[in-house]
């Protein structure tokens, strides 16, 4: 399958489209889930188009499991969470919605169980708020 440039996250990344961004660099943009499995819920965006891990070049791959890491760890620090689990889909059986690669970086937060993937939308203030203090942590 072909990449399609009319996804929402390729918007995003043209600037078509606002997001609560984290960080922002000439390969990757980070920014908030609006629809988050959990409080901080944050996704690296690799710019080169890809629709996923499958079609992507393994230099963007590699290039993007640091950035990943790092953004692991500032969203630790940030929400205080206990865990922090990193998820990717590829292709809709498996559970993909927005054809343009993305590494999900999901806290995970003992004893409180995980939100459905694509539930409720957040508030945007506190994603605003969240966005500053995970990059405040880089
Ligand atoms: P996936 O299902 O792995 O393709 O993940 C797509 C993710 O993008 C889901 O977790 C959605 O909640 C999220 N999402 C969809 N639209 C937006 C948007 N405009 N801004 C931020 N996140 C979004």
Redesign the pocket.
Known sequence: MSYDPSN?FAK?LRGE?P?HKVFEDDTALV?????PQSRGHT?VIPKVASRNLLDADPATLSAVIPLVQKIAKAVMAATKADGIRIVQ?NEAPA????FHL?I?VIPVYEGVSMGA??GGQADNAELATLAKAIAAQL
Do not use: N, P
């Open positions: 929402i995003i489209i997001a920014m908030m889930d609006i629809f996704l889909f559970g993909q919605t927005v993305h999900h993937h694509g």
